[in-house]
């Protein structure tokens, strides 16, 4: 017997990686974000992806940044993926688990954040961090008492066949 294997993936590394797969499974030709909420025991309770709700078919509805009108946009229809993750959930409680996103959580879903419970964030991302949104997102994280944290890049390469 040679012992257990020594390069196998950190926690940190196989939830963002969910993370960022979910991602994947966005159709936003710009920004593709996903989230992976995780018990305190190191358990997937959620994924998430930002997408359109249930019921909307995505060659439905506009996926533009910028139009003439804010209906022309991706904005009023799209749910990011944090609020994605939440919502999928179908177990009890989220108290006191940890949230996984590969970019960092806007003001809307800080609040959602909030109110489920979850009490960590790891992102990956924070390219809005001078934003109002995000200045504003902090603001009430750090209020409520929700720890976030950036994670730490590993350099690690993973390939899957599919």
Not at 17 to 22: D, E, F, M, N, R
Not at 47 to 63: E, H, T
Not at 97 to 119: H, M, R
Request: a negative charge.
């Amino acid at each position: 017997m040679s012992g257990k294997r020594s390069d196998y993936i950190s926690w940190d590394e196989y939830f963002m990686g969910v993370s960022q797969l979910a991602g994947m499974r966005s159709k936003d030709p710009n920004t593709q974000v996903g989230s992976c909420i995780v018990s305190a025991d190191h358990k997937i309770l959620s994924i998430g992806y930002n997408g359109l709700p249930r019921g909307c078919s995505d060659d439905d509805f506009p996926w533009e940044r910028k139009a003439g009108s804010t209906l022309d946009t991706k904005y009023p229809f799209v749910t990011h993926s944090e609020l994605n993750a939440i919502l999928n959930f179908r177990g009890g409680s989220l108290e006191g688990s940890t949230i996984y996103v590969s970019l960092f959580p806007c003001n809307e879903c800080a609040k959602a954040i909030i109110q489920s419970g979850i009490s960590r964030i790891i992102y990956d991302i924070d390219k809005y961090a001078d934003t109002e949104g995000t200045i504003a997102s902090k603001k009430m994280l750090d209020a409520a008492g929700v720890e976030y944290v950036a994670y730490h890049r590993t350099g690690r390469t993973l390939e899957i066949h599919l």
